[in-house]
């Protein structure tokens, strides 16, 4: 039994975000009819838009290499 849910988020896939200020955190959901949902704290807010911009260059960079694999990053 797997202990991860996947999604892959495209670029048409509708992707919502609130403020839960009572919470201090985020709700982003992705999808309409039976969306999943991420819920991120306020300070993990930082530490998630880091690691996807870390991740970005990496996928243009390998893009720019020609579609060669991008690197690990940990």
Known sequence: MRDTV????TADLPIR?????????AEVRFG????????V???????????LDEVSV?????AARGGEPPEVID
Do not use: G, M
Request: glycine share 0%; aromatic share 6%; no cysteine.
């Open 32 to 39: 309409k009819a039976f969306p999943v949902v991420l819920l």
């Open 58 to 62: 990496a996928l243009d960079a390998a």
């Open 41 to 51: 704290d306020s300070d993990a807010i930082a530490v998630l838009r880091r690691e």
């Open 17 to 25: 975000v609130r403020a839960l200020t009572y919470a201090n955190r």
């Open 6 to 9: 996947q999604i892959h988020v």
